[in-house]
DNA sequence: ACAAAAGTGTTTTCACTACACCCATGG
DNA sequence: CCATGGGTGTAGTGAAAACACTTTTGT
């Protein structure tokens, strides 16, 4: 895994993303902190050998997945590092292993090894961009949820506190929404109603 | 240039458009008809390498330049391709060699390898979105030009015609717009006042 | 009873739309 | 003088913002 014939390969990169009070992304304690990497293997996709990536590294399946950008490669000793962001909610996310944990974004420059904070904050960006347009908040939720903790997430990733009838009447509009029959009781205050996402294909890459 | 080792390379191909009455992008002849394309050479950066294939192939230089999409090479017998799209104005681009030229983006599916073909098309959408929240257009423009020119590029990339009023007042709001004293004869009609990009950086990568 | 989140309408404001005429020039 | 594109203002409409109280529950 060195010298061999230059630089021998393209790497991928995953920052994973979970909100629970605050947004975090999933971080690797070796050295000065590091994302999941993975090295393509012949044959392998690039979407593929991210999801790989994340595996190996935590044992995560099955989340959002999305390309962010390509990066030149020669400081990591690759040819390109393709960078990908991941969303899922912190439910899913069974993380029981030593020397991986959530950090908090604002602080990259002090948690992270410098090739990686680049990606972490453009995906914060792109989030908060993306936010607008697409149904990407419903990736940090279950499968079912309420417009409280919709709201949340839209606050939380936007970094604004929003007006509670005009999100609703948002996203009522919306037409991502569907009403369920069923309510959440979960502290002492009106059970909540829960929602479900439009079963259309929920985002596109690009 | 073939197999001493697995997959090798990566690639990178650029789309380049630019306007001429239409929206053209700029097409090898060779095989079924093809982008310009490059292989990254050690220690040589993606966007560099993407320059150089345009340059390579068509003598271009000095254009904007952005980053598309990166897809799996497999089928172009590479690691990874790193696609890019290229603005220009039609004056800066003297193409005098033979296998080189225009073509219409809504005919990709008859003039362009079919590896090619979601490149164009991605970037055109990516264009059309972009138009609306990033000084793209301006890259189609000679550095002085009237709100007539200005007002075409928005019609040509977005597909549909302005209102000549609105689209002035959008314009002027926007900030991006700097009036020169000078302006445009042109032909038998009253002058055209010229104007400038204000100097800010015009468009961030991502 | 009270604390805590769920839920609900109306008014105002502002950005975007639609729309028609005069201006300056070259031939 | 006429054909051509350059240039200008106003009224209407619809989406988003601001804003406060009642409901339902657990303790």
Redesign the interface.
Known sequence: MNDT???PA?HTVVALFTIRERLEFLRLDAERGRLPVGA?L??E??EACARRALWTATGIEDVFLE?L????G?QAGA??I?AYYALAPCERLPIRRPGVGWADPAEVTTLLAEEHQIIVQ?AC??LAGKLEYAPIAYQFLAERFTLGELQAVYEIIGRQALDKRNFRRRMHASAHLVETRDVRRNGPHRPARLYRLRDTQPAVA?
């Open positions: 014939n230059a630089m393209i393509l012949p044959g996709g690039l390309q950008y390509t990066f030149d020669e040819q390109a393709v453009r960006e792109r690009g």
